[in-house]
């Protein structure tokens, strides 16, 4: 009898812990929505994931994540907007600048957190970089879109028309081709611009700057960094050097940037989620940029359309790409 008393008493406590911690592991739920797929992207989403997962929040355990892909179409980012508004999440994160302003259209209530995203105060997804305001907060994927002029014009010293491609109906890159034609006005080069609506466009944005210009400059414009080996494949084709904005077009075979890390970018959006899933408010947080500058070289790109790289360029490389 005493036997039989002992297991129950032993079953019930055992039966008691499993439940206490059951009640008390609280499972979150986020929506990941991200506007195309494509490095940049793909990584500032994995840095956020990971970030959680060290800070506690992780998928599969605590953590659900629904992750969908407007795969560049901007009535489906709004479609994932609606449904992530209707499903009681914890946070949505809206990745690239098209799905965060349909997040933060159509999202009240739910913490909306936003990264590569250029100018989130052009783009109204914030009141202003210091005091968002609302339920929206998040990470800058703002460009030194100056200082990376001044690099091409390092590789090529006798520059004087630069293309630029870009999709005119993203406020993201309109904001960085406008400084990119005060900075070269400065610099005394003409730019000739290539616009796409889609990426069946490209091809042909990119055989138009053929024969106008002497170097092609791609800002972090989501339709034209997606179909990236296309504009490469026709430039080198006809031996026009390409220069882009981020250091993932860099290792597909851009000749260089000065840039951010995308990857640490998302890990940045991630330590401000965990904030936010234990109390912090979005409204009472700043957006946040990435201060952390890296030049990145491709050599073998260089190399096989017969591109000289300054020595002294290749010395303070943070990273270069030889295959």
Same mark, same amino acid.
């Given at each position: 009898?005493?036997?039989?008393?002992?297991?129950?008493?032993?079953?019930?406590?055992?039966?008691?812990?499993?439940?206490?911690?059951?009640?008390?592991?609280?499972?979150?739920?986020?929506? !990941?929505?991200?506007?195309?797929?494509?490095?940049?992207? +793909? &990584?500032?989403?994995?840095?956020?994931?990971?970030?959680?997962?060290?800070?506690?929040?992780?998928?599969?355990? #605590?953590?659900? !994540?629904? &992750?969908?892909?407007?795969?560049? +179409?901007?009535?489906?980012?709004?479609?994932?907007?609606?449904?992530?508004?209707?499903?009681?999440?914890?946070?949505?994160?809206?990745?690239?600048?098209?799905?965060?302003?349909?997040?933060? #259209?159509?999202?009240?209530?739910?913490?909306?957190?936003?990264?590569?995203?250029?100018?989130?105060?052009?783009?109204?997804?914030?009141?202003?970089?210091?005091?968002?305001?609302?339920?929206?907060?998040?990470?800058?994927?703002? =460009?030194?879109?100056?200082?990376?002029?001044? *690099?091409?014009?390092?590789?090529?010293?006798?520059?004087?028309?630069?293309?630029?491609?870009?999709?005119?109906?993203?406020? =993201?890159?309109?904001?960085?081709? +406008?400084?990119?034609?005060?900075?070269?006005?400065?610099? $005394?080069?003409?730019?000739?611009?290539?616009?796409?609506?889609?990426?069946?466009?490209?091809?042909?944005?990119?055989?138009?700057?053929?024969?106008?210009?002497?170097?092609?400059?791609?800002?972090?414009?989501?339709?034209?960094?997606?179909?990236?080996?296309?504009?490469?494949?026709?430039?080198?084709?006809?031996?026009?050097?390409?220069?882009?904005?981020?250091? #993932?077009?860099?290792?597909?075979?851009?000749?260089?940037?000065?840039?951010?890390?995308?990857?640490? *970018? $998302?890990?940045?959006?991630?330590?401000?989620?965990?904030?936010? *899933?234990?109390?912090?408010?979005?409204?009472?947080?700043?957006?946040?940029?990435?201060?952390?500058?890296?030049?990145?070289? #491709?050599?073998?790109?260089?190399?096989?359309?017969? *591109?000289?790289?300054?020595?002294? &360029?290749?010395?303070?490389?943070?990273?270069?790409?030889?295959?």
């Amino acid at each position: 009898m005493k036997k039989t008393l002992l297991t129950g008493l032993t079953l019930s406590i055992i039966f008691l812990f499993i439940l206490t911690s059951f009640i008390g592991a609280q499972e979150y739920e986020i929506g !990941i929505s991200q506007f195309v797929e494509h490095p940049s992207l +793909d &990584l500032a989403r994995e840095g956020f994931v990971d970030q959680l997962a060290e800070e506690g929040f992780v998928e599969g355990e #605590n953590l659900q !994540i629904d &992750l969908q892909n407007a795969q560049a +179409d901007f009535s489906t980012a709004q479609t994932i907007a609606q449904r992530f508004n209707q499903n009681n999440l914890d946070l949505v994160l809206a990745i690239a600048t098209p799905s965060a302003q349909t997040a933060a #259209n159509v999202i009240s209530e739910t913490p909306v957190l936003i990264t590569a995203v250029t100018d989130p105060v052009e783009a109204g997804v914030v009141n202003s970089m210091e005091a968002p305001g609302g339920n929206v907060t998040g990470t800058t994927d703002m =460009n030194p879109v100056g200082k990376q002029l001044e *690099l091409i014009k390092e590789f090529l010293p006798e520059l004087k028309t630069l293309g630029i491609l870009y999709n005119p109906g993203e406020v =993201n890159s309109v904001v960085q081709v +406008d400084l990119a034609k005060e900075k070269a006005e400065e610099m $005394g080069v003409a730019i000739e611009e290539g616009t796409v609506s889609n990426s069946s466009e490209v091809s042909l944005a990119v055989s138009s700057l053929v024969g106008n210009v002497d170097a092609i400059y791609v800002p972090t414009d989501n339709i034209i960094v997606s179909a990236m080996p296309t504009v490469l494949q026709t430039a080198y084709n006809n031996q026009i050097p390409v220069f882009a904005s981020e250091n #993932n077009s860099v290792e597909q075979g851009a000749i260089a940037t000065l840039g951010i890390d995308y990857y640490q *970018l $998302g890990k940045q959006t991630g330590s401000m989620a965990a904030r936010i *899933l234990n109390g912090a408010k979005p409204a009472e947080m700043a957006v946040e940029s990435s201060e952390e500058l890296k030049l990145y070289i #491709n050599q073998k790109s260089a190399s096989e359309i017969g *591109l000289e790289i300054p020595a002294d &360029l290749l010395e303070a490389a943070d990273t270069i790409f030889q295959e």
